[in-house]
C-alpha cells in the first residue's frame, strides 16, 4: 500500500499548500450565504415548528461545503494533471486503480471535512446548535464526500480541458446541490416540487446530516442512508470500471 500512501500523501498537500483558496474562501462563501439569508428569513420562518431559520441553515450550509470541496479536489486534481500532462507520472508506477481511487476519495473526503469543520466553528457564534446524534453527522459527512469525491474522479476523468469540467459542476452539481434542501424544508414546496425533491439524491444527504443536529427531518434517516450508501456504491463501482480500463487515462 506504498503507492496509496505516496498518492494521498500528495493529494492531501496539494490542497492544503493553498489552504487559503482551498479552505478558508469556501469558508468565507458560507458565512455571506449564512449572513444574507438569516438577515432577510430569520423572523419569517420557523422550521419544524421550533427550529429558527438561521439554526436550521447552519447544517446545510456545512454539508453544502463538504460536499462541493470534495468535487472540486478530485476533479481539479485529475483535469489540472491531464492538462499539463504530469498524469503520467501518476500512471507509471505500479500503483492499482484501487489504491488510485482510494488516495483521489479519501483525499476529497478530507478536504471536504475539514472545510465543513471551518464553517461549523465559524457559524456557531451566530447560531449554537446541540449535536442530537453526532453518529448520523459523521455517518452522512462521510458518504457524502465519498460521493462527491467519486464524481469528481469521474468528471476529472471525462473532462479533457477545464470548460467541460465547468459545465459538469455547473449544470450538473451546483442545481442538485442548491435544489436539496440546504435553504429551506421541502416541506414548504408546493407538492408537486416536494415530489420532484425526493429524486435528488443530495437532499437525502443534507437531510439526513441535520438529523444529527435536530433529531428531526424531512425524511427517515433510515431511508437516506439507504439510498445515499446505494448512490455511494453504484458510484464507486462505475468509477472503478473507469480506473481499470483506463479510459480516457491511458490513451
Given amino acids: 500500500m506504498s503507492g496509496f500512501r505516496t498518492l494521498f500523501y500528495k493529494e492531501i498537500l496539494r490542497f492544503w499548500k493553498v489552504a487559503t483558496q482551498t479552505v478558508a474562501a469556501p469558508v468565507v462563501t458560507a458565512l455571506l450565504y449564512l ?39 478530485s476533479s481539479s486534481s485529475l483535469i489540472q494533471s491531464k492538462v499539463t500532462g504530469n498524469i503520467i507520472f501518476v500512471l507509471l508506477p505500479p500503483i492499482s ?19 465543513g469543520l471551518g464553517v461549523l466553528l465559524a457559524t456557531l457564534a451566530f447560531a ?11 455517518v452522512f459527512a462521510a458518504l457524502g464526500g ?4 467519486s464524481l469528481g474522479v469521474i468528471a476529472g476523468i ?11 459542476q455547473n449544470f450538473l452539481i451546483m442545481p442538485l446541490t442548491f435544489l436539496s434542501g440546504v435553504f429551506y424544508s421541502i416541506h414548504s414546496l408546493p407538492p408537486f416540487w416536494q415530489q420532484v425533491s425526493h429524486f435528488n439524491p443530495i437532499f ?7 438529523r444529527g443536529f435536530f433529531g428531526i427531518s424531512d425524511v427517515s ?31
Avoid at 484501487?98 to 478536504?111: G, H, I, S, T
Avoid at 437525502?204 to 441535520?210: E, K, L
Avoid at 437516506?224 to 487515462?249: D, E, P, Q
Fill in 35 to 73: 449572513m444574507i439569508f438569516s438577515h432577510v428569513l430569520e423572523s419569517h420562518v420557523l422550521v419544524y415548528g421550533r427550529v429558527s431559520y438561521t439554526a436550521f441553515l447552519v447544517p446545510g450550509l456545512v454539508m453544502m461545503s463538504v460536499l462541493q470541496n470534495a468535487f472540486a479536489n
Fill in 97 to 115: 486503480y484501487r489504491e488510485f481511487y482510494a488516495a483521489y476519495v479519501l483525499a476529497a473526503v478530507a478536504r471536504g471535512l475539514v472545510v
Fill in 128 to 138: 449554537p446548535l446541540a449535536f442530537d446524534n453526532v453518529l448520523w453527522v459523521l
Fill in 146 to 149: 465519498g460521493i462527491m469525491g
Fill in 158 to 168: 471525462w473532462a479533457d480541458k477545464f470548460d467541460q469540467l465547468a459545465a459538469f
Fill in 204 to 210: 437525502y444527504m443534507i437531510d439526513g446530516f441535520r
Fill in 221 to 251: 434517516p433510515w431511508t437516506s442512508l439507504a439510498i445515499v450508501g446505494t448512490c455511494f456504491a453504484l458510484l464507486t463501482a462505475l468509477t472503478l470500471a473507469m480506473l481499470k480500463r483506463g479510459y480516457k487515462l491511458r490513451n
